[in-house]
Nanobody, 121 residues
Framework: QVQLVESGGDSVQAGGSLRLSCAASGYTDNNYCMGWFRQAPGKEREGVAVIDTDESTKYVGAVKGRFTISKDNANNTLYLQMNSLKPEDTGMYYC???????????????WGKGTLVIISS
């Protein structure tokens, strides 16, 4: 069973930076699509960034140029570097994974419990 544990959430001022981490365990190879999702108060969850099995990445338009997704396969850790943070980036950030290539629908099999990011103006 794949387990995902996020960390790195914090409360920072607009313009600041944060790096989220997701420690993954329970899988035997790196053939997984992994991604970050977020849910702002009162809003639906949305995909933020994904990294595919070939290391290609995709971002939602609102974070392009500010966020970078990466992974360290040796340490089974997924990262999200977030720069130039804005109040609208506030929300619970979730790490997720699914076996094989990323699905166009954004479907993920495994989810972490989330880490809270609060950006003040």
């Amino acid at each position: 069973q794949v387990q995902l544990v996020e960390s790195g959430g914090d409360s920072v001022q607009a313009g600041g930076s944060l790096r989220l981490s997701c420690a993954a365990s329970g899988y035997t190879d790196n053939n997984y699509c992994m991604g970050w999702f977020r849910q702002a108060p009162g809003k639906e969850r949305e995909g933020v960034a994904v990294i595919d099995t070939d290391e290609s990445t995709k971002y939602v338009g609102a974070v392009k140029g500010r966020f970078t997704i990466s992974k360290d396969n040796a340490n089974n850790t997924l990262y999200l570097q977030m720069n130039s943070l804005k109040p609208e980036d506030t929300g619970m950030y979730y790490c997720a994974a699914t076996a094989g290539r990323c699905q166009g629908s954004g479907f993920m099999d495994y989810w972490g419990k989330g880490t809270l990011v609060i950006i003040s103006s």
